[in-house]
């Protein structure tokens, strides 16, 4: 059974006026994810593909215009309301900007201790413990408790914010970009930690990301977006090894040392999400495609090894005898 699932899920923004025949922005569009308990599935696609949307979805912190989330077989409850609030201590979320999303005024140990005191978890001396217990699970000495946000490295921000979406024990966590900017040294010690505390902890987790190398670390399962849409899903080592979806395997193409000599460089920039191209959205870039790609959208099907993928040329000659990122 899925702990989180995302159904056929559409989410849209207001109109843009300023664009001559422009319409709503269709952020997320379609997309259908299920992620079961323990189970870490990585979100990837470049800027602007409406990851982060999904991630606020999965959390009911917007609610989709059509389709639906659900989260331990009941329906995702209306955001900011007492249901809601209460299930809130279930699913967390870990920010891109560690910075930001702390409080400057206040202690890292009283951030840490926030989310206990509002859903009124433990005394005063168990929230202490508590407290001191994940100072140490993130690999922060107590003595930083005291610390305010502007003291600490970047990389001890990151793990003072996971330390605060750990302290309700949540069964769900979304990380959207949670090391992207941080130097790529302490990226590899805070994706190793996020690791160590999933497993121990069993947390769900989507985990989103521009980065397939750091999303291989840590998914079961990978789904690429490309303006809205799933392109193309399944386990890291089949989707890694052979990419279906072009869109995939020019992303594959830049992991560095992967696909050495054979980079697939994409032209141009993803169509404006409010002035949608009829047929695949990623056509206009797609160095295969066919007439029939600019005419009909293609639908996400499933295939024999179990992956999903939005093509139409997957299963033709045009991409079965092609090696992966092969122009």
């Not at 059974?1 to 709503?24: I, Q, T």
């Not at 978890?121 to 003595?143: M, Q, Y």
């Not at 069964?171 to 121990?200: H, K, M, R, T, Y």
């Not at 000599?261 to 206009?284: N, Q």
């Amino acid at each position: 059974m899925s702990l989180v699932e995302l159904s056929g899920v559409v989410r849209e923004y207001g109109r843009r006026p300023s664009l001559a025949g422009g319409g709503a922005v269709r952020a997320v569009d379609g997309v259908s994810l299920s992620i079961a308990a323990g189970q870490v599935l990585g979100l990837v696609g470049e800027s602007g593909c409406g990851k982060s949307t999904t991630g606020r979805l999965a959390l009911g912190l917007e609610t989709p215009q059509a389709g639906s989330v659900r989260f331990a077989g009941q329906a995702m409850p209306p955001p900011h309301g007492a249901a809601w609030r209460a299930l809130r201590a279930r699913m967390q979320m870990v920010f891109q900007d560690p910075l930001a999303a702390l409080d400057r005024r206040l202690p890292i140990a009283t951030q840490i201790a926030e989310p206990l005191v509002i859903h009124a978890i433990g005394t005063p001396g168990e929230r202490a413990e508590r407290v001191a217990a994940l100072l140490r699970a993130v690999g922060l000495g107590p003595e930083l408790g005291g610390r305010f946000a502007h003291e600490l490295s970047g990389g001890q921000r990151q793990r003072a914010v996971l330390a605060r979406a750990l302290a309700t024990r949540p069964a769900f966590l979304v990380c959207d970009e949670p090391v992207a900017a941080l130097d790529v040294s302490i990226q590899a010690q805070v994706i190793n930690q996020l690791a160590e505390l999933q497993a121990a902890e069993g947390l769900a987790m989507l985990f989103i990301s521009h980065d397939l190398r750091v999303v291989r670390q840590l998914a079961e399962v990978i789904a690429v977006m490309y303006l809205g849409r799933v392109v193309e899903q399944g386990r890291p080592d089949a989707v890694l090894a052979r990419p279906l979806h072009p869109y995939t395997q020019a992303l594959v193409s830049a992991i560095p040392g992967k696909h050495r000599g054979t980079r697939i460089i994409l032209a141009g920039e993803p169509p404006d999400p409010a002035r949608r191209p009829p047929g695949c959205a990623f056509a206009p870039r797609c160095r295969l495609a066919e007439p029939r790609c600019h005419a009909t959208a293609p639908a996400l099907r499933s295939l024999p090894d179990g992956r999903r993928v939005a093509c139409h040329l997957v299963g033709d000659d045009a991409l079965s005898t092609r090696p992966a990122g092969a122009g």
